[in-house]
């Protein structure tokens, strides 16, 4: 079982920059790929952004690539989403998730078995 807590979303002008982060209770992080989706009210769940266990291969949705970067650090067993050149269409709550490493980078929400509870991030224009 993992537990993942998202912390770091706030209000932010367009333009600006924030970074979110995901902690996972779990001495197997490295064992997971870590995804970030987000979901804006009366939208659906939409894939961010995703990375594999060693960090080592990345995929990212159109919208974000150049302003968004992915990483994670497994000694501290934490996932991080720098967000740069924010726009108010990135106005969402942020989710993060995670699935076994075997079964690969996916940009399904259907495919991530664990969830943490969200954090807001709003983009004043």
């Known amino acids: 079982q993992v537990q993942l807590v998202e912390s770091g979303g706030g209000l932010v002008q367009a333009g600006g920059s924030l970074r979110i982060s995901c902690a996972a209770s779990?001495?197997?992080?490295?064992?997971?790929?870590m995804a970030w989706f987000r979901q804006a009210p009366g939208k659906e769940r939409e894939f961010v952004s995703a990375i594999s266990w060693s960090g080592g291969s990345t995929k990212y949705t159109d919208s974000v690539k150049g302003r968004f970067t992915i990483s994670r650090d497994n000694t501290r067993n934490t996932m991080y989403l720098q967000m740069n050149s924010l726009k108010p269409e990135d106005t969402a709550a942020y989710y993060c998730?995670?699935?076994?490493?075997?079964?690969?980078?996916?940009?399904?929400?259907?495919?991530?078995?664990?969830w943490g509870q969200g954090t807001q991030v709003t983009v004043s224009s």
């Open positions: 779990t001495g197997t992080f490295g064992w997971y790929v």
């Open positions: 998730a995670a699935r076994h490493n075997s079964l690969g980078i996916a940009s399904d929400p259907t495919d991530y078995n664990y």
